[in-house]
């Protein structure tokens, strides 16, 4: 075990130490903010890039490349001489010790800490389901899907054809072969053509939207026996309106949207279990070769080793300045932290903006404390919402001002832009989305691993 500071004390007046744990959208902000400050850092994430999560979905349904939304941290922090980049994983946080451990068992001591390890998949006490139902947090959840999406008609054309044999039928309006070997064929061809999406927020509405998108438009004329249009998807969620973060106008309207691309949206619902081959809607067996999860997140495991008190989604309780009880020395932010909304009402939520802007707090308290001079506690400035639902529809609130349609999509579409890193992502994204709007066609619908 190696206890390090940085930078060596043979290497000038030793400045103080920032470790951040996370190269999310808060480490990010926390690290590049700090870039005129007397400090130094050292920012730790277990990936080697930063992730844009709002468009992870795109990736996993085939309208963007992992390059388009994802960027090497060591290119970011290039010419920032002052950070120190590090692929790792922490195993512990020793706040009394003012340390944390790597994995490995190498130990940091740190003058300020700052969390910002973001969250995971939450199955709600059933972590078996996760087998059969992948969330979509990362890169790899995000080609994993893709490849299972694909995959999945092929394996469908691939069975009619044998089914078929050399008579080359377009399936019937049912989607089913005009001549089959039994109604265990046709069991199987309409598991294969059944996608469920479980949680209805702004990740379920996008993927189930992007989903019916593919089988009903991309496809629809790429195959010789299945029909991808008959393909049935079904958005399932437990709240009595999907986006239950939004109005329930806007919720209503992201449902008539998704209902028209011939999504079966199913509110008030609960999945009681997720199998192999299907999943239980209430006390409905539904047959599907793919589950998808975006019902619930739950924080790092990492906070634990904190010993300050965690919520009930593992979160960190902060207060005002973002500290956990008795380590004001000690940042939580973004989907680690259980930080109420001044304005009234609960804790703030676990999106981007909220991130950003407690990144940027962070980064004052920190040069605030350098000058040993106060600060005002950390209000959320609410910009609104947004979430979009396929080619050209959204939804957004923005303070009173509820939108929909084209003009809500544009906002939609501009505000990504603007929030990706790097100049070459956004003009190469800017372009995509013009070719896919005009063509109403997917660029990246490649199946990279040759297990079908």
Not at 63 to 88: E, Y
Not at 150 to 173: H, I, P, S, Y
Not at 177 to 204: I, Q
Not at 277 to 306: C, H, M, P, R
């Amino acid at each position: 075990m190696v206890s390090h500071n940085w930078p060596p004390q043979n290497q000038g007046a030793k400045k103080p130490h920032v470790v951040i744990i996370g190269g999310g959208f808060g480490g990010l902000t926390v690290a590049r903010n700090l870039r005129r400050a007397p400090v130094n850092v050292t920012l730790i994430d277990k990936a080697n890039h930063h992730l844009f999560q709002p468009l992870l979905y795109q990736v996993a349904t085939a309208s963007l490349s992992p390059g388009h939304i994802a960027m090497p941290l060591r290119a970011i922090f290039r010419g920032q001489k002052n950070v120190r980049v590090l692929m790792n994983r922490v195993g512990e946080i020793r706040a009394a010790e003012k340390k944390i451990r790597l994995v490995s068992g190498d130990e940091f001591a740190y003058d300020y800490l700052v969390i910002a390890t973001g969250a995971r998949h939450s199955y709600f006490a059933h972590p078996e389901w996760e087998k059969n139902a992948p969330g979509l947090k990362s890169l790899a959840d995000a080609l994993r899907i893709r490849q299972k999406i694909l995959a999945t008609f092929e394996k469908a054309e691939a069975m009619l054809a044998v089914l078929q044999g050399n008579d080359w039928v377009r399936g019937g309006a049912d989607g089913l072969p005009a001549r089959t070997v039994g109604r265990e064929d046709d069991a199987e061809l309409r598991k294969l053509l059944t996608f469920v999406v479980v949680g209805g927020g702004p990740t379920g509405v996008e993927m189930a939207g992007a989903i019916a998108e593919i089988a009903h438009h991309t496809l629809k004329k790429e195959f010789r026996g299945i029909d991808p249009r008959t393909t049935r998807i079904i958005l399932v969620e437990g709240g009595e309106h999907l986006l239950m973060a939004f109005p329930g106008s806007l919720g209503e309207n992201a449902r008539r949207v998704l209902e028209k691309l011939g999504v079966e949206v199913r509110t008030g619902a609960v999945v009681k279990s997720v199998m192999y081959d299907g999943v239980y809607i209430d006390d409905e067996f539904v047959s599907a070769a793919n589950v998808f999860w975006a019902a619930g997140n739950t924080a790092s495991t990492l906070l634990k080793t904190l010993g300050t008190p965690l919520d009930r989604a593992g979160r960190a309780v902060v207060n005002a300045q973002l500290a956990p009880e008795n380590f004001p020395e000690i940042s939580v932010i973004g989907d680690a932290a259980h930080c109420l909304d001044s304005a009234g009402g609960g804790p703030l939520p676990g999106v981007a903006p909220v991130a950003i802007q407690q990144g940027q707090y962070v980064a004052k308290k920190i040069l605030a404390n350098l000058r040993s001079s106060k600060l005002t506690d950390f209000h959320y400035w609410d910009k609104g919402s947004m979430a979009t639902i396929g080619r050209g529809r959204a939804v957004a609130k923005v303070g009173r001002l509820h939108l929909t349609g084209f003009i809500a999509w544009l906002m939609w579409s501009l505000i990504h832009v603007l929030y990706l890193v790097g100049f070459r992502n956004r003009f190469a994204v800017m372009i995509l989305w013009m070719y896919s709007y005009i063509t109403n066609s997917r660029a990246v619908r490649l199946i990279t691993s040759d297990d079908l």
